[in-house]
Protein backbone atom coordinates (compact mmCIF):
# COMPACT_ATOMS: atom_id res chain seq x y z
CA UNK A 1 0.00 0.00 0.00
CA UNK A 2 1.42 3.57 -1.08
CA UNK A 3 1.80 6.30 1.25
CA UNK A 4 -0.70 8.89 1.73
CA UNK A 5 0.00 11.01 -1.06
CA UNK A 6 0.89 8.38 -3.80
CA UNK A 7 -2.61 6.49 -3.77
CA UNK A 8 -4.43 6.10 -7.02
CA UNK A 9 -7.93 5.93 -7.13
CA UNK A 10 -9.85 4.30 -4.14
CA UNK A 11 -10.80 0.51 -4.71
CA UNK A 12 -14.35 -0.45 -5.00
CA UNK A 13 -15.37 -1.32 -1.70
CA UNK A 14 -15.39 -5.38 -0.54
CA UNK A 15 -18.27 -7.09 1.20
CA UNK A 16 -18.47 -5.80 4.81
CA UNK A 17 -17.32 -2.28 4.22
CA UNK A 18 -19.87 -0.20 5.17
CA UNK A 19 -19.43 1.88 2.23
CA UNK A 20 -20.68 -0.61 0.21
CA UNK A 21 -23.85 -0.46 2.07
CA UNK A 22 -24.18 3.49 1.12
CA UNK A 23 -26.74 5.39 -0.70
CA UNK A 24 -25.30 7.53 -3.65
CA UNK A 25 -24.44 11.09 -1.98
CA UNK A 26 -26.60 12.81 -4.22
CA UNK A 27 -29.70 10.55 -2.76
CA UNK A 28 -28.73 10.83 1.07
CA UNK A 29 -30.32 12.04 3.80
CA UNK A 30 -28.05 13.53 6.23
CA UNK A 31 -29.16 13.18 10.12
CA UNK A 32 -28.62 15.56 13.18
CA UNK A 33 -31.04 13.89 15.46
CA UNK A 34 -32.66 10.56 15.28
CA UNK A 35 -35.63 10.18 13.81
CA UNK A 36 -38.17 7.03 12.95
CA UNK A 37 -39.75 7.83 10.12
CA UNK A 38 -42.56 5.42 11.11
CA UNK A 39 -43.79 7.22 13.60
CA UNK A 40 -44.17 10.57 11.73
CA UNK A 41 -47.93 10.99 10.79
CA UNK A 42 -47.83 13.96 8.98
CA UNK A 43 -45.68 15.46 6.32
CA UNK A 44 -45.73 19.11 5.35
CA UNK A 45 -43.95 21.31 2.61
CA UNK A 46 -43.47 24.67 1.92
CA UNK A 47 -43.46 25.59 -1.67
CA UNK A 48 -41.04 28.02 -3.06
CA UNK A 49 -37.66 26.37 -3.15
CA UNK A 50 -39.08 22.96 -1.69
CA UNK A 51 -41.63 21.43 -3.34
CA UNK A 52 -41.05 24.03 -6.30
CA UNK A 53 -37.69 24.47 -7.37
CA UNK A 54 -36.68 27.58 -9.04
CA UNK A 55 -33.82 27.55 -11.33
CA UNK A 56 -30.14 28.62 -10.95
CA UNK A 57 -29.06 31.36 -12.01
CA UNK A 58 -31.71 31.65 -14.12
CA UNK A 59 -34.27 32.89 -11.60
CA UNK A 60 -32.07 35.23 -9.69
CA UNK A 61 -30.88 36.82 -12.80
CA UNK A 62 -34.53 38.06 -13.15
CA UNK A 63 -34.85 38.87 -9.96
CA UNK A 64 -31.76 40.69 -10.04
CA UNK A 65 -32.92 42.77 -12.87
CA UNK A 66 -36.18 43.61 -11.46
CA UNK A 67 -34.28 45.11 -8.10
CA UNK A 68 -31.89 47.16 -10.41
CA UNK A 69 -34.93 48.60 -12.47
CA UNK A 70 -36.58 49.72 -9.46
CA UNK A 71 -34.08 51.25 -7.87
CA UNK A 72 -33.39 53.37 -10.93
CA UNK A 73 -36.88 54.17 -10.70
CA UNK A 74 -36.69 55.75 -7.41
CA UNK A 75 -33.65 57.54 -7.84
CA UNK A 76 -30.47 55.81 -8.13
CA UNK A 77 -27.94 56.44 -11.41
CA UNK A 78 -28.75 54.58 -14.36
CA UNK A 79 -25.29 53.12 -14.37
CA UNK A 80 -26.31 50.72 -12.24
CA UNK A 81 -28.13 48.86 -14.94
CA UNK A 82 -24.80 47.47 -16.11
CA UNK A 83 -24.56 45.09 -13.57
CA UNK A 84 -25.29 41.68 -14.24
CA UNK A 85 -25.74 38.70 -11.34
CA UNK A 86 -23.14 36.32 -10.33
CA UNK A 87 -23.81 33.49 -9.44
CA UNK A 88 -20.06 32.40 -8.01
CA UNK A 89 -20.15 35.36 -5.68
CA UNK A 90 -22.87 35.17 -3.42
CA UNK A 91 -23.44 32.81 -1.05
CA UNK A 92 -26.33 32.43 2.04
CA UNK A 93 -25.73 32.82 5.35
CA UNK A 94 -23.97 35.86 4.57
CA UNK A 95 -24.30 39.08 6.96
CA UNK A 96 -24.72 42.78 5.72
CA UNK A 97 -22.83 45.40 8.18
CA UNK A 98 -25.69 48.49 7.61
CA UNK A 99 -23.09 50.67 9.40
CA UNK A 100 -20.22 50.15 7.07
CA UNK A 101 -21.43 48.66 4.74
CA UNK A 102 -19.56 45.30 4.45
CA UNK A 103 -20.54 41.90 3.61
CA UNK A 104 -19.25 39.33 6.07
CA UNK A 105 -19.40 36.13 6.84
CA UNK A 106 -18.96 34.38 10.56
CA UNK A 107 -18.79 31.76 12.75
CA UNK A 108 -21.93 30.99 15.36
CA UNK A 109 -19.98 33.23 17.82
CA UNK A 110 -19.86 36.04 15.30
CA UNK A 111 -15.93 35.73 14.30
CA UNK A 112 -15.16 37.37 11.10
CA UNK A 113 -14.33 34.39 8.78
CA UNK A 114 -14.42 36.88 5.21
CA UNK A 115 -14.99 40.44 4.85
CA UNK A 116 -15.43 41.92 1.50
CA UNK A 117 -16.40 46.02 0.43
CA UNK A 118 -18.17 45.71 -2.65
CA UNK A 119 -15.97 43.08 -4.09
CA UNK A 120 -12.85 43.99 -2.43
CA UNK A 121 -12.16 41.70 0.01
CA UNK A 122 -10.35 43.16 3.06
CA UNK A 123 -7.24 42.00 5.14
CA UNK A 124 -4.82 42.37 8.22
CA UNK A 125 -5.33 46.02 9.12
CA UNK A 126 -8.43 46.87 6.89
CA UNK A 127 -10.27 44.81 9.05
CA UNK A 128 -9.22 45.77 12.05
CA UNK A 129 -10.23 48.90 11.57
CA UNK A 130 -13.83 48.05 11.24
CA UNK A 131 -13.87 45.23 13.70
CA UNK A 132 -11.31 45.76 16.27
CA UNK A 133 -11.52 42.31 17.20
CA UNK A 134 -12.83 40.85 14.45
CA UNK A 135 -15.79 40.46 15.91
CA UNK A 136 -19.25 41.46 15.79
CA UNK A 137 -22.29 41.55 17.98
CA UNK A 138 -24.83 39.32 16.32
CA UNK A 139 -27.77 40.55 18.25
CA UNK A 140 -27.26 43.61 17.16
CA UNK A 141 -30.07 42.74 14.68
CA UNK A 142 -30.48 47.07 13.62
CA UNK A 143 -26.97 46.99 12.34
CA UNK A 144 -26.33 43.66 11.68
CA UNK A 145 -28.30 41.53 9.13
CA UNK A 146 -28.55 38.32 8.31
CA UNK A 147 -29.45 37.05 4.65
CA UNK A 148 -30.17 33.23 4.84
CA UNK A 149 -32.79 32.41 2.36
CA UNK A 150 -32.34 31.70 -1.60
CA UNK A 151 -34.38 34.99 -2.45
CA UNK A 152 -31.28 36.74 -0.34
CA UNK A 153 -28.70 35.70 -3.07
CA UNK A 154 -29.82 38.44 -5.15
CA UNK A 155 -29.70 40.83 -2.15
CA UNK A 156 -26.45 40.48 -1.20
CA UNK A 157 -24.96 40.41 -4.69
CA UNK A 158 -26.80 43.98 -4.90
CA UNK A 159 -25.18 45.42 -2.08
CA UNK A 160 -21.88 44.60 -2.99
CA UNK A 161 -22.60 45.78 -6.60
CA UNK A 162 -24.02 49.35 -5.21
CA UNK A 163 -21.23 49.72 -2.82
CA UNK A 164 -18.89 48.74 -5.90
CA UNK A 165 -20.20 51.32 -7.66
CA UNK A 166 -20.48 54.38 -5.03
CA UNK A 167 -16.84 53.59 -3.87
CA UNK A 168 -15.23 53.84 -7.43
CA UNK A 169 -17.23 56.71 -8.43
CA UNK A 170 -16.19 59.93 -9.30
CA UNK A 171 -19.30 61.98 -8.57
CA UNK A 172 -19.18 60.55 -4.51
CA UNK A 173 -17.10 60.97 -1.57
CA UNK A 174 -16.64 58.08 0.11
CA UNK A 175 -16.96 57.84 4.01
CA UNK A 176 -16.66 55.15 7.00
CA UNK A 177 -20.55 55.15 7.01
CA UNK A 178 -21.19 55.65 3.51
CA UNK A 179 -21.25 58.68 0.66
CA UNK A 180 -21.11 62.09 -0.20
CA UNK A 181 -22.62 64.22 -3.28
CA UNK A 182 -22.55 67.65 -2.82
CA UNK A 183 -24.86 68.38 0.35
CA UNK A 184 -26.01 64.93 0.15
CA UNK A 185 -24.98 62.08 2.59
CA UNK A 186 -26.39 58.59 1.53
CA UNK A 187 -25.79 55.91 4.30
CA UNK A 188 -24.97 52.55 4.17
CA UNK A 189 -28.23 52.06 6.36
CA UNK A 190 -30.08 53.94 3.94
CA UNK A 191 -28.76 51.70 1.32
CA UNK A 192 -29.59 48.80 3.16
CA UNK A 193 -33.40 50.45 3.36
CA UNK A 194 -33.94 51.07 0.08
CA UNK A 195 -32.85 47.27 -1.10
CA UNK A 196 -35.09 45.97 1.72
CA UNK A 197 -37.92 47.76 0.20
CA UNK A 198 -37.02 47.01 -3.15
CA UNK A 199 -37.24 43.19 -2.15
CA UNK A 200 -40.91 43.70 -0.72
CA UNK A 201 -41.87 45.49 -3.85
CA UNK A 202 -40.42 42.67 -6.36
CA UNK A 203 -42.39 40.26 -4.19
CA UNK A 204 -45.48 41.53 -2.89
CA UNK A 205 -46.20 43.79 -5.94
CA UNK A 206 -46.64 40.47 -8.29
CA UNK A 207 -44.46 41.26 -11.02
CA UNK A 208 -41.41 38.73 -10.05
CA UNK A 209 -44.61 36.31 -10.08
CA UNK A 210 -45.71 37.62 -13.08
CA UNK A 211 -42.50 37.09 -15.38
CA UNK A 212 -41.83 33.80 -13.67
CA UNK A 213 -45.47 32.43 -14.76
CA UNK A 214 -44.75 33.72 -18.06
CA UNK A 215 -42.21 31.20 -18.90
CA UNK A 216 -42.30 28.43 -16.02
CA UNK A 217 -40.07 25.81 -18.41
CA UNK A 218 -37.15 28.16 -17.96
CA UNK A 219 -37.79 29.19 -14.38
CA UNK A 220 -39.35 26.31 -12.47
CA UNK A 221 -37.63 22.57 -11.99
CA UNK A 222 -40.53 20.11 -12.96
CA UNK A 223 -39.53 16.56 -11.82
CA UNK A 224 -41.94 13.81 -12.45
CA UNK A 225 -41.06 11.67 -9.35
CA UNK A 226 -42.96 14.55 -7.14
CA UNK A 227 -46.02 13.42 -7.53
CA UNK A 228 -44.81 10.15 -7.06
CA UNK A 229 -43.20 10.60 -3.57
CA UNK A 230 -46.45 12.46 -2.61
CA UNK A 231 -48.74 9.75 -3.25
CA UNK A 232 -46.14 7.37 -1.53
CA UNK A 233 -46.47 9.74 1.13
CA UNK A 234 -50.04 10.01 1.40
CA UNK A 235 -49.91 6.20 1.76
CA UNK A 236 -48.91 6.27 5.16
CA UNK A 237 -49.68 9.46 7.13
CA UNK A 238 -51.36 13.26 5.89
CA UNK A 239 -49.75 15.68 3.67
CA UNK A 240 -49.94 19.48 4.11
CA UNK A 241 -49.00 22.71 2.37
CA UNK A 242 -47.95 25.54 4.21
CA UNK A 243 -46.88 28.22 1.87
CA UNK A 244 -46.22 32.20 1.83
CA UNK A 245 -47.78 32.35 -1.61
CA UNK A 246 -51.36 34.19 -2.59
CA UNK A 247 -53.65 30.91 -3.98
CA UNK A 248 -53.38 32.08 -7.50
CA UNK A 249 -49.22 31.88 -8.11
CA UNK A 250 -49.70 28.53 -6.03
CA UNK A 251 -52.62 27.24 -8.11
CA UNK A 252 -50.48 28.29 -10.64
CA UNK A 253 -46.87 26.68 -9.95
CA UNK A 254 -48.30 23.35 -8.57
CA UNK A 255 -50.48 23.32 -11.67
CA UNK A 256 -47.69 23.15 -13.68
CA UNK A 257 -45.66 20.92 -11.42
CA UNK A 258 -48.14 18.19 -11.46
CA UNK A 259 -49.44 18.26 -14.84
CA UNK A 260 -47.62 15.78 -17.33
CA UNK A 261 -50.34 15.77 -19.84
CA UNK A 262 -47.95 16.46 -22.53
CA UNK A 263 -46.83 12.63 -22.54
CA UNK A 264 -44.06 12.88 -20.00
CA UNK A 265 -43.25 9.83 -18.10
CA UNK A 266 -44.96 10.01 -15.11
CA UNK A 267 -43.14 7.28 -13.07
CA UNK A 268 -46.34 5.30 -12.98
CA UNK A 269 -48.73 8.07 -11.09
CA UNK A 270 -51.90 8.54 -12.97
CA UNK A 271 -52.73 12.35 -13.69
CA UNK A 272 -55.34 13.92 -11.13
CA UNK A 273 -55.30 17.47 -10.18
CA UNK A 274 -52.79 18.94 -7.47
CA UNK A 275 -54.79 19.66 -4.83
CA UNK A 276 -56.07 15.65 -4.25
CA UNK A 277 -52.15 15.00 -3.16
CA UNK A 278 -52.94 17.27 0.23
CA UNK A 279 -54.72 16.61 2.79
CA UNK A 280 -55.02 20.49 3.84
CA UNK A 281 -53.50 23.03 1.64
CA UNK A 282 -52.74 27.01 3.50
CA UNK A 283 -51.68 29.64 1.52
CA UNK A 284 -50.73 33.37 2.73
CA UNK A 285 -49.42 32.08 5.77
CA UNK A 286 -47.07 34.84 6.67
CA UNK A 287 -44.15 32.71 8.18
CA UNK A 288 -42.60 32.91 11.16
CA UNK A 289 -45.96 34.74 12.36
CA UNK A 290 -47.59 31.62 11.63
CA UNK A 291 -45.62 29.71 14.09
CA UNK A 292 -47.11 32.13 17.05
CA UNK A 293 -50.28 33.76 16.98
CA UNK A 294 -51.01 33.53 13.32
CA UNK A 295 -53.52 35.35 11.41
CA UNK A 296 -57.17 34.92 10.24
CA UNK A 297 -58.03 31.36 8.70
CA UNK A 298 -60.19 31.89 5.70
CA UNK A 299 -61.03 30.00 3.13
CA UNK A 300 -60.43 30.42 -0.16
CA UNK A 301 -63.12 30.54 -3.15
CA UNK A 302 -60.62 28.37 -5.46
CA UNK A 303 -62.77 29.66 -8.46
CA UNK A 304 -61.87 33.18 -8.23
CA UNK A 305 -59.18 33.18 -5.92
CA UNK A 306 -60.76 35.47 -3.38
CA UNK A 307 -60.98 35.27 0.13
CA UNK A 308 -64.60 34.43 1.95
CA UNK A 309 -65.38 37.22 4.40
CA UNK A 310 -65.18 35.80 8.03
CA UNK A 311 -63.13 33.51 10.29
CA UNK A 312 -63.41 29.54 8.97
CA UNK A 313 -64.20 27.90 11.80
CA UNK A 314 -65.64 24.26 10.83
CA UNK A 315 -64.07 20.39 10.16
CA UNK A 316 -61.60 19.94 7.31
CA UNK A 317 -63.03 19.76 3.66
CA UNK A 318 -61.11 17.46 1.31
CA UNK A 319 -59.29 19.55 -1.44
CA UNK A 320 -60.71 23.24 -0.03
CA UNK A 321 -57.63 25.74 0.37
CA UNK A 322 -57.69 27.90 3.43
CA UNK A 323 -55.65 31.15 3.60
CA UNK A 324 -53.89 32.66 6.89
CA UNK A 325 -54.45 30.27 10.23
CA UNK A 326 -51.11 29.29 12.55
CA UNK A 327 -49.44 26.15 12.74
CA UNK A 328 -51.84 25.92 16.14
CA UNK A 329 -55.09 25.70 13.57
CA UNK A 330 -52.95 22.87 10.81
CA UNK A 331 -52.34 20.63 13.90
CA UNK A 332 -56.19 20.89 15.03
CA UNK A 333 -57.95 20.29 11.74
CA UNK A 334 -55.46 17.12 10.77
CA UNK A 335 -55.55 16.00 14.34
CA UNK A 336 -52.12 15.73 14.97
CA UNK A 337 -49.79 17.13 17.78
CA UNK A 338 -46.12 18.54 17.45
CA UNK A 339 -43.67 15.68 16.78
CA UNK A 340 -46.31 13.64 14.76
CA UNK A 341 -45.19 16.15 11.95
CA UNK A 342 -42.12 16.38 9.86
CA UNK A 343 -41.77 19.77 8.14
CA UNK A 344 -39.93 20.73 4.84
CA UNK A 345 -38.68 24.04 4.02
CA UNK A 346 -35.58 25.44 2.62
CA UNK A 347 -35.73 29.27 5.21
CA UNK A 348 -33.58 28.37 8.62
CA UNK A 349 -35.45 30.89 10.04
CA UNK A 350 -38.98 30.84 8.88
CA UNK A 351 -39.38 27.32 7.97
CA UNK A 352 -36.74 24.85 10.58
CA UNK A 353 -36.29 27.54 13.66
CA UNK A 354 -39.67 28.63 14.53
CA UNK A 355 -41.49 25.11 13.76
CA UNK A 356 -38.72 23.54 15.90
CA UNK A 357 -38.35 26.01 18.91
CA UNK A 358 -42.41 27.00 19.07
CA UNK A 359 -43.91 24.33 17.85
CA UNK A 360 -41.63 21.20 18.30
CA UNK A 361 -42.29 19.69 15.01
CA UNK A 362 -39.78 17.20 13.30
CA UNK A 363 -37.90 19.84 10.67
CA UNK A 364 -36.23 18.82 7.47
CA UNK A 365 -34.04 21.29 5.82
CA UNK A 366 -33.57 21.89 1.85
CA UNK A 367 -30.69 22.78 0.70
CA UNK A 368 -29.83 22.87 -2.85
CA UNK A 369 -26.18 24.03 -2.54
CA UNK A 370 -25.34 20.79 -1.19
CA UNK A 371 -25.37 19.20 -4.20
CA UNK A 372 -22.21 21.53 -5.31
CA UNK A 373 -20.71 20.58 -1.74
CA UNK A 374 -21.06 17.20 -1.80
CA UNK A 375 -18.98 17.60 -5.15
CA UNK A 376 -15.89 20.04 -4.39
CA UNK A 377 -15.74 18.06 -0.72
CA UNK A 378 -15.18 15.05 -2.67
CA UNK A 379 -13.11 16.25 -5.85
CA UNK A 380 -10.97 18.61 -3.53
CA UNK A 381 -10.54 16.08 -0.08
CA UNK A 382 -6.44 16.21 -0.45
CA UNK A 383 -6.67 20.14 0.69
CA UNK A 384 -8.85 19.29 3.77
CA UNK A 385 -6.24 16.41 4.16
CA UNK A 386 -3.57 18.86 3.61
CA UNK A 387 -4.96 21.36 6.17
CA UNK A 388 -4.88 18.26 9.08
CA UNK A 389 -1.25 17.28 8.22
CA UNK A 390 -0.57 21.14 8.67
CA UNK A 391 -2.05 20.71 11.84
CA UNK A 392 -0.30 17.75 12.92
CA UNK A 393 3.31 19.16 11.72
CA UNK A 394 1.63 21.66 14.54
CA UNK A 395 1.58 19.78 17.43
CA UNK A 396 5.05 17.88 16.45
CA UNK A 397 6.57 21.20 16.31
CA UNK A 398 5.23 21.51 20.63
CA UNK A 399 5.52 17.84 21.35
CA UNK A 400 8.60 18.18 23.96
CA UNK A 401 8.25 21.12 24.73
CA UNK A 402 6.29 22.61 28.20
CA UNK A 403 6.12 25.48 30.72
CA UNK A 404 10.18 25.19 31.39
CA UNK A 405 11.18 25.16 27.77
CA UNK A 406 12.41 28.57 26.31
CA UNK A 407 12.55 27.38 22.89
CA UNK A 408 10.01 29.14 20.50
CA UNK A 409 9.49 27.21 16.76
CA UNK A 410 9.13 29.27 14.24
CA UNK A 411 5.62 28.91 12.85
CA UNK A 412 5.13 31.89 10.22
CA UNK A 413 5.50 29.42 7.40
CA UNK A 414 3.14 27.17 8.69
CA UNK A 415 0.69 30.03 9.42
CA UNK A 416 1.05 31.10 5.94
CA UNK A 417 0.23 27.84 4.41
CA UNK A 418 -2.84 27.06 6.40
CA UNK A 419 -3.75 30.68 4.96
CA UNK A 420 -3.44 30.08 1.88
CA UNK A 421 -4.56 26.81 1.34
CA UNK A 422 -8.32 27.42 3.05
CA UNK A 423 -8.40 30.47 0.77
CA UNK A 424 -7.73 27.43 -2.21
CA UNK A 425 -10.55 25.87 -0.17
CA UNK A 426 -12.87 28.39 -0.38
CA UNK A 427 -12.23 29.75 -4.02
CA UNK A 428 -13.44 25.91 -4.95
CA UNK A 429 -16.66 27.01 -3.86
CA UNK A 430 -17.15 30.38 -5.20
CA UNK A 431 -15.57 33.89 -4.51
CA UNK A 432 -17.80 33.95 -0.99
CA UNK A 433 -16.33 30.00 -0.14
CA UNK A 434 -18.46 27.25 1.64
CA UNK A 435 -22.17 27.56 2.67
CA UNK A 436 -20.64 25.94 5.42
CA UNK A 437 -17.24 26.40 6.45
CA UNK A 438 -14.34 28.42 5.94
CA UNK A 439 -11.56 26.13 6.07
CA UNK A 440 -11.71 23.93 9.09
CA UNK A 441 -14.30 26.31 10.93
CA UNK A 442 -17.56 26.34 10.76
CA UNK A 443 -20.31 28.75 9.45
CA UNK A 444 -22.85 30.32 11.49
CA UNK A 445 -25.42 28.57 8.77
CA UNK A 446 -23.70 24.91 9.42
CA UNK A 447 -24.24 25.67 13.05
CA UNK A 448 -27.75 26.74 12.64
CA UNK A 449 -28.54 24.36 10.17
CA UNK A 450 -26.81 21.32 13.01
CA UNK A 451 -29.04 23.00 15.66
CA UNK A 452 -32.08 23.36 14.38
CA UNK A 453 -32.50 21.10 11.18
CA UNK A 454 -33.00 17.35 12.40
CA UNK A 455 -32.61 16.29 8.43
CA UNK A 456 -31.11 17.58 5.75
CA UNK A 457 -30.52 16.98 2.38
CA UNK A 458 -30.29 18.83 -1.39
CA UNK A 459 -34.03 17.99 -2.36
CA UNK A 460 -36.80 16.40 -0.09
CA UNK A 461 -37.12 13.93 -3.19
CA UNK A 462 -34.25 11.85 -1.74
CA UNK A 463 -37.23 10.43 0.53
CA UNK A 464 -38.11 8.54 -2.21
CA UNK A 465 -34.70 6.30 -1.85
CA UNK A 466 -35.59 5.90 1.36
CA UNK A 467 -38.33 2.81 3.19
CA UNK A 468 -41.08 4.95 5.49
CA UNK A 469 -40.41 2.10 8.29
CA UNK A 470 -36.36 4.14 8.29
CA UNK A 471 -34.81 4.86 11.41
CA UNK A 472 -32.45 7.84 10.43
CA UNK A 473 -29.86 7.50 13.41
CA UNK A 474 -27.53 10.30 14.14
CA UNK A 475 -23.94 10.13 14.88
CA UNK A 476 -22.45 11.21 18.40
CA UNK A 477 -21.34 14.50 18.74
CA UNK A 478 -17.58 14.22 20.14
CA UNK A 479 -16.42 16.57 22.37
CA UNK A 480 -12.51 17.56 21.69
CA UNK A 481 -11.52 15.45 24.58
CA UNK A 482 -13.65 12.40 23.02
CA UNK A 483 -12.34 13.01 19.33
CA UNK A 484 -8.80 13.39 20.25
CA UNK A 485 -8.38 10.56 22.84
CA UNK A 486 -8.03 6.95 21.75
CA UNK A 487 -10.38 4.06 22.92
CA UNK A 488 -9.09 0.76 23.73
CA UNK A 489 -9.98 -1.13 21.03
CA UNK A 490 -11.01 -5.15 21.10
CA UNK A 491 -9.52 -7.53 18.61
CA UNK A 492 -12.10 -9.06 16.33
CA UNK A 493 -11.39 -12.54 18.37
CA UNK A 494 -12.98 -10.36 21.65
CA UNK A 495 -15.60 -8.57 19.87
CA UNK A 496 -16.97 -12.08 18.48
CA UNK A 497 -17.49 -13.38 22.04
CA UNK A 498 -19.60 -9.91 22.95
CA UNK A 499 -21.36 -10.31 20.13
CA UNK A 500 -23.22 -14.17 21.10
CA UNK A 501 -25.03 -13.23 24.41
CA UNK A 502 -26.27 -10.34 23.06
CA UNK A 503 -27.89 -11.95 20.06
CA UNK A 504 -29.34 -14.53 22.43
CA UNK A 505 -30.71 -11.90 24.08
CA UNK A 506 -32.44 -9.71 22.09
CA UNK A 507 -33.20 -12.02 18.97
CA UNK A 508 -30.80 -12.37 15.59
CA UNK A 509 -31.51 -8.96 13.63
CA UNK A 510 -32.95 -11.70 10.97
CA UNK A 511 -35.47 -13.15 12.90
CA UNK A 512 -39.17 -11.83 11.98
CA UNK A 513 -40.91 -9.97 14.84
CA UNK A 514 -44.51 -9.51 15.54
CA UNK A 515 -46.42 -7.32 13.67
CA UNK A 516 -46.32 -3.70 14.58
CA UNK A 517 -49.16 -2.46 11.54
CA UNK A 518 -49.23 -1.94 8.19
CA UNK A 519 -45.69 -0.53 7.74
CA UNK A 520 -44.19 -3.49 9.69
CA UNK A 521 -43.75 -5.56 6.20
CA UNK A 522 -40.87 -2.81 5.13
CA UNK A 523 -39.53 -2.40 8.39
CA UNK A 524 -39.21 -6.48 7.89
CA UNK A 525 -37.82 -5.91 4.96
CA UNK A 526 -34.56 -3.56 6.51
CA UNK A 527 -34.34 -5.41 9.75
CA UNK A 528 -30.84 -6.62 9.50
CA UNK A 529 -29.69 -3.25 8.92
CA UNK A 530 -29.24 -0.45 11.43
CA UNK A 531 -29.00 2.97 9.42
CA UNK A 532 -26.35 5.64 10.56
CA UNK A 533 -26.25 9.33 10.42
CA UNK A 534 -25.97 10.12 6.42
CA UNK A 535 -28.31 7.01 5.04
CA UNK A 536 -25.85 4.51 5.53
CA UNK A 537 -27.05 1.14 6.45
CA UNK A 538 -24.72 -1.04 8.86
CA UNK A 539 -24.99 -4.46 10.74
CA UNK A 540 -26.89 -4.24 13.74
CA UNK A 541 -24.30 -4.79 16.50
CA UNK A 542 -23.76 -4.87 20.09
CA UNK A 543 -24.52 -1.31 22.17
CA UNK A 544 -21.97 0.50 23.20
CA UNK A 545 -22.38 2.09 26.87
CA UNK A 546 -22.88 5.29 25.53
CA UNK A 547 -25.81 3.87 23.07
CA UNK A 548 -27.52 2.36 25.96
CA UNK A 549 -27.25 5.55 27.73
CA UNK A 550 -28.53 7.24 24.75
CA UNK A 551 -31.59 5.31 24.28
CA UNK A 552 -34.64 4.90 26.28
CA UNK A 553 -37.71 3.11 25.69
CA UNK A 554 -41.62 3.91 26.00
CA UNK A 555 -43.99 1.32 27.42
CA UNK A 556 -44.79 -0.91 23.69
CA UNK A 557 -40.31 -1.43 23.66
CA UNK A 558 -40.25 0.59 20.72
CA UNK A 559 -37.03 2.98 20.61
CA UNK A 560 -37.50 6.15 20.95
CA UNK A 561 -35.46 9.16 19.11
CA UNK A 562 -32.63 9.88 21.32
CA UNK A 563 -30.78 13.07 20.92
CA UNK A 564 -33.81 15.82 21.05
CA UNK A 565 -33.37 19.47 21.20
Given amino acids: MGSEGERGPAAAPGPGDPRALRRDCQHRIFVNRS ?43 HEILAYKYDPTFPTRGLVFDALYGNL ?45 TLFNLTEAHLYACLVDFFTNCSRYVNCDTGYKHGNLFMSFRSMFQDVREAMDSVHLSGCLKEKTLENLEKYVVKDPRVPLLLSRMKEVGKVFLAT ?26 PQ ?69 ILYMGDHIFGDILKSKKRQGWRTFLVVPELARELQVWTEKSELFEELRSLDLFLAELYQHLDSGSSERPDISSIKRRIQKVTHEMDMCYGKMGSLFRCGSRQTLFANQLMRYADLYAASFINFLYYPFSYLFRAPPVLMAHESTVEHGRLDAGEAGTTLAPWLAQHGHPGQQV ?34 VAGVCRDSSGEEEDDGEA
Fill in 35 to 77: LALEKIKCFGFDMDYTLAMYKSPDYEELAFALLLEHLVSIGYP
Fill in 514 to 547: GGRGPRSRRAEESQHQQPDASGVLCPLSPPTPSQ
Fill in 104 to 148: LKVDSHGNLLVCAHGFRFLKGAEILHYYPNKFIQRDDMKRFHILN
Fill in 244 to 269: NSDYNYTDAIMSYLFDFSDGHKQAET
Fill in 272 to 340: RPWRSYFDLIVVDTRKPLFFAEGTVLRQVNTDTGKLRIGTYTGPLQHCAVYSGGSSDVVCDLLGVKGKD
